[in-house]
C-alpha cells in the first residue's frame, strides 16, 4: 500500500488516531489490501459532535438549532431522504419542522414560504428538498433562500465564497467527503487529485475545496479524453458519475485513495457505486464502500451546518 513512493500509514496507527470512532478498517487480505473507510462510523462521530453543540446551544439561548424541511410533491426518493434528515435532527437535539406541499403548488406560494422562513427566529437552516416539480425554478428557489441559513450551500453567494476562500456554508456531500479524505491522514498538498464529474452539488465543490487545501485539481467529465488514463494519475480519486462500477481496477493508481460518491442500484436490493470496488480495492490504499461510505456522511454534515448556522446567526 503506497501513495507517492510513501509508506502508507498502517491500519493500526489509523485507527490508534480515532480510537473513539473506530471509524477506519482494514482488510488484511492479500486479494484485498485496501484500507475500507467506515463512512458510517465517521458519520457517527460528526452526528455525536453535532449533537453535544447543539447541546450547547440550546444552554446558551435558551431553544434548540431549529431546521426547516421543504418537501414539494412526492418523489418517494425524496420523501425517504426527508424522512432521515429529520430523524438525525430529533437524534441531534436539532428542531425540525417539515412543511410538505403539493405537487401542483405555485412557485410564488413556495418562494413565499421561504421567505417567512428566512425570518422565522427560531429557523436557523432551510432546506428545499431538490428535485423540484418542472413549473418552480430551482435556482429562483435556492437564491430566495437567506445564504445564512442555506445548509445545502447552494446559494450563489456560498458557491462564491468557497471559490474565494472565504467562510461560508460547504455544501454536504463533498465537506462529507473532504472529512473521509482527512481521516485517512493523506497530505493532500501537491497530491494529484482528479474529480470525476462536474455536477454543482458534488464535482465542482469538491474540487474548489482539495484545490483549496493545495491539491493539484483535474475535473472530468463525459467528454474528457482517454478517461482511464487521466485516473491513473490520481493520487486521489472522486467518482461522482452515476454510472455503475464505471471506473475499473486498472483506471487506479496503485496506492491511491479512491472516494466513490455514486449509489447505483442494479438489482431489487443491491447497491453499487461508480468505481468496481473489488477491483479498485486490490491496488487502492483505502477506498469507500457503497453503501456505507460518502451516503452517511451528508446527512451527517448537514446536521454539523445547521448547528454552525444557529451559532453564527448569534454572533
Ligand atoms: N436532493 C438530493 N440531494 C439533495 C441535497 O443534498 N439537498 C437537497 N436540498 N436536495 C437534494
Given at each position: 500500500?503506497?501513495?507517492?513512493?510513501?509508506?502508507?500509514?498502517?491500519?493500526?496507527?489509523?485507527?490508534?488516531?480515532?480510537?473513539?470512532?473506530?471509524?477506519?478498517?482494514?482488510?488484511?487480505?492479500?486479494?484485498?489490501?485496501?484500507?475500507?473507510?467506515?463512512?458510517?462510523?465517521?458519520?457517527?462521530?460528526?452526528?455525536?459532535?453535532?449533537?453535544?453543540?447543539?447541546?450547547?446551544?440550546?444552554?446558551?439561548?435558551?431553544?434548540?438549532?431549529?431546521?426547516?424541511?421543504?418537501?414539494?410533491?412526492?418523489?418517494?426518493?425524496?420523501?425517504?431522504?426527508?424522512?432521515?434528515?429529520?430523524?438525525?435532527?430529533?437524534?441531534?437535539?436539532?428542531?425540525?419542522?417539515?412543511?410538505?406541499?403539493?405537487?401542483?403548488?405555485?412557485?410564488?406560494?413556495?418562494?413565499?414560504?421561504?421567505?417567512?422562513?428566512?425570518?422565522?427566529?427560531?429557523?436557523?437552516?432551510?432546506?428545499?428538498?431538490?428535485?423540484?416539480?418542472?413549473?418552480?425554478?430551482?435556482?429562483?428557489?435556492?437564491?430566495?433562500?437567506?445564504?445564512?441559513?442555506?445548509?445545502d450551500g447552494f446559494?450563489?453567494?456560498?458557491?462564491?465564497?468557497?471559490?474565494?476562500?472565504?467562510?461560508?456554508?460547504r455544501p454536504c456531500t463533498p465537506a462529507?467527503?473532504?472529512?473521509?479524505?482527512?481521516?485517512?491522514?493523506?497530505?493532500?498538498?501537491?497530491?494529484?487529485?482528479?474529480?470525476?464529474?462536474?455536477?454543482?452539488i458534488?464535482?465542482?465543490p469538491?474540487?474548489?475545496?482539495?484545490?483549496?487545501?493545495?491539491?493539484?485539481?483535474?475535473?472530468?467529465?463525459?467528454?474528457?479524453?482517454?478517461?482511464?488514463?487521466?485516473?491513473?494519475?490520481?493520487?486521489?480519486?472522486?467518482?461522482?458519475?452515476?454510472?455503475?462500477?464505471?471506473?475499473?481496477?486498472?483506471?487506479?493508481?496503485?496506492?491511491?485513495?479512491?472516494?466513490?460518491?455514486?449509489?447505483?442500484?442494479?438489482?431489487?436490493?443491491?447497491?453499487?457505486?461508480?468505481?468496481?470496488?473489488?477491483?479498485?480495492?486490490?491496488?487502492?490504499?483505502?477506498?469507500?464502500?457503497?453503501?456505507?461510505?460518502?451516503?452517511?456522511?451528508?446527512?451527517?454534515?448537514?446536521?454539523?451546518?445547521?448547528?454552525?448556522?444557529?451559532?453564527?446567526?448569534?454572533?
Amino acid at each position: 500500500m503506497q501513495l507517492s513512493g510513501q509508506r502508507w500509514p498502517a491500519a493500526a496507527s489509523l485507527s490508534g488516531q480515532y480510537p473513539a470512532d473506530g471509524c477506519i478498517t482494514a482488510d488484511r487480505s492479500d486479494s484485498m489490501p485496501a484500507t475500507i473507510i467506515d463512512g458510517k462510523a465517521v458519520a457517527a462521530s460528526i452526528r455525536r459532535d453535532a449533537a453535544v453543540r447543539a447541546a450547547r446551544f440550546e444552554e446558551e439561548h435558551g431553544r434548540a438549532p431549529g431546521l426547516a424541511v421543504v418537501i414539494v410533491g412526492d418523489n418517494p426518493a425524496s420523501r425517504v431522504y426527508v424522512n432521515s434528515k429529520k430523524k438525525a435532527c430529533a437524534e441531534c437535539g436539532v428542531y425540525s419542522e417539515e412543511h410538505a406541499l403539493s405537487a401542483d403548488t405555485a412557485e410564488d406560494k413556495l418562494l413565499n414560504l421561504v421567505r417567512r422562513l428566512n425570518s422565522d427566529p427560531n429557523i436557523d437552516g432551510i432546506l428545499v428538498q431538490l428535485p423540484l416539480p418542472d413549473h418552480i425554478s430551482e435556482d429562483k428557489v435556492i437564491e430566495a433562500i437567506t445564504p445564512a441559513k442555506d445548509v445545502d450551500g447552494f446559494h450563489p453567494i456560498n458557491v462564491g465564497n468557497l471559490v474565494v476562500g472565504k467562510p461560508a456554508l460547504r455544501p454536504c456531500t463533498p465537506a462529507g467527503i473532504m472529512e473521509l479524505i482527512h481521516r485517512t491522514g493523506v497530505e493532500l498538498k501537491g497530491k494529484h487529485a482528479v474529480v470525476v464529474g462536474r455536477s454543482n452539488i458534488v464535482g465542482k465543490p469538491v474540487a474548489l475545496m482539495l484545490l483549496a487545501e493545495h491539491a493539484t485539481v483535474t475535473i472530468c467529465h463525459s467528454r474528457t479524453a482517454d478517461l482511464p488514463s487521466v485516473c491513473r494519475t490520481a493520487d486521489v480519486l472522486v467518482a461522482a458519475v452515476g454510472r455503475p462500477e464505471m471506473i475499473k481496477g486498472d483506471w487506479v493508481k496503485p496506492g491511491a485513495v479512491v472516494i466513490d460518491v455514486g449509489v447505483n442500484r442494479i438489482a431489487e436490493k443491491k447497491l453499487v457505486g461508480d468505481v468496481d470496488f473489488d477491483g479498485a480495492s486490490a491496488v487502492a490504499a483505502a477506498i469507500t464502500p457503497v453503501p456505507g461510505g460518502v451516503g452517511p456522511m451528508t446527512i451527517a454534515m448537514l446536521m454539523q451546518n445547521c448547528v454552525e448556522a444557529a451559532f453564527a446567526a448569534q454572533r
